[in-house]
């Protein structure tokens, strides 16, 4: 649509010209005249292709949203290994899916959506999963509860995540991050050697650090903070390549190579990160010393991933390998859209490839969206790049194109 545009803009400045030179003006007014044709119309052609985006940006989203949400209880489309686990509201499936619905709450201010978060969240008590109280999945939930803290004054509804952040601050773990291959899901803190009592794997990042942020701006006491920035420089200096800068998924893939002998480098894992970084610097308070880190980090992930994003505008399942998987897969593609947009409209990449590089994946993710509003070409919960279908769907999918759609509202290169 952009280029189609800025296509009839180029013929009508052509026709500015040819009557310009029938006019009788001097060569310099005629030149100066057709300058002035020339900015007018390719500032008309940006105007209106970014107005579309922002329109297709709005419906995509009122419709995943209204989709996601009319599914629930009826959630036959996931595979049964996972439907229990997705009917959950406090674990990280449905987690995920809330995260980018409260961004998009943010973005529209919808009313109606607003109060389904609240009623969700005050039915489930406000509560973690309390099998698992150090596991960095069961703090995602959380997110959301200390959302509706600040936005609507809820002062109840982080009392039980504090709880359970400061049961961990008086008995933190002392585990290292490596994962063997044995490694426990559980999460249980009785659990000795356990690595995931802290965050020792990539999506780790996305569903804790930002709560424990969240926490130090509802209660005013910095030490959530403290110990959230801590641990998440802890886990991003362990698993960050800064050759490829790219995450590792955790340490079982330093090593790894894929089917056609290329790292591996799992492209949902990579955007769980990447979403995550600008949640964490939202959180900050001003003047944060570890700021100029979070968005050194930022930048250093974004080339890396700008880099393999493929020709039809989505990033791979397996980020260095696309023959891997060479279907579509939209988890990663739309974190990875929303944090590359929120870039440019932040101010932070101001190139003209970072801004094309961001319309052809949100291109990308229109097109997996039917007009119903359901996601498409989301891989099954895993952790490592694995086959997708065009059928498959998740929450956390939803919820990915969810961020992507509340920063495309904001799109004005």
């Known amino acids: 649509m952009n280029h189609t545009k800025l296509k009839f803009s180029a013929i009508a400045v052509s026709l500015a010209i040819g009557l310009s030179a029938c006019s009788g003006e001097s060569t310099e007014q005629k030149t100066k005249n057709v300058e002035v044709e020339s900015v007018k119309q390719m500032e008309s052609a940006q105007v209106e292709a970014e107005q579309d985006i922002q329109s297709e940006a709005l419906r995509i989203g009122k419709n995943a949203a209204n989709w996601q949400i009319a599914q629930f209880g009826n959630l036959d489309y996931i595979p049964e290994s996972h439907r229990a686990k997705s009917e959950n509201a406090k674990f990280w499936i449905q987690a995920a899916f809330y995260i980018g619905l409260t961004r998009w709450i943010d973005a529209t201010d919808d009313e109606k959506l607003k109060n389904f978060v609240k009623k969700v969240a005050e039915r489930e008590s406000y509560e973690l999963i309390l099998e698992r109280p150090y596991h960095a999945d069961d703090h995602a939930i959380a997110q959301t509860y200390l959302w509706l803290a600040e936005r609507e004054g809820i002062e109840k509804a982080y009392g039980p995540t504090k709880e359970v952040f400061d049961m961990i601050l008086s008995k933190p773990p002392e585990v290292g991050l490596e994962m063997g291959d044995s490694e426990s899901s559980t999460g249980n803190y009785h659990l000795e050697g356990n690595c995931q009592l802290r965050w020792c794997w990539a999506d780790a990042l996305f569903m804790a650090p930002r709560a424990w942020a969240q926490m130090t701006k509802v209660t005013g006491d910095p030490k959530y903070l403290e110990y959230g920035d801590n641990e998440f420089w802890a886990a991003a200096d362990y698993l960050f390549s800064d050759e490829y800068g790219l995450f590792y998924r955790d ?16 492209g949902r894992g990579n955007g769980w990160v990447f979403a995550a970084i600008p949640m964490i610097i939202e959180e900050l308070p001003d003047g944060h010393p570890s700021r100029e880190r979070y968005i050194e980090l930022y930048k250093k992930n974004a080339e890396g991933l700008m880099a393999l994003q493929k020709e039809d505008g989505y990033w791979s399942a397996s980020l260095m390998d696309p023959d891997k998987v060479k279907t579509p897969e939209v988890s990663g593609t739309g974190f990875i859209t ?3 947009a929120w870039g440019v409209n932040n101010g932070i990449l101001t190139d003209q490839r970072s801004k094309e590089i961001v319309e052809k994946g949100w291109e990308a993710i229109t097109k997996a969206v039917s007009d119903d509003g359901r996601v498409h070409w989301v891989q099954h919960v895993g952790k490592s790049p694995d086959p997708v279908k065009e059928s498959d769907s998740q929450l956390y999918g939803t ?11 904001k799109w004005n290169k």
């Open 251 to 266: 340490s079982r893939y330093f090593d790894a190579k894929s089917d056609n002998g290329e790292p591996v480098f799992w």
């Open 338 to 340: 929303f944090g590359l």
């Open 399 to 409: 919820g990915a194109v969810l961020l992507a759609a509340s920063e495309m509202l």
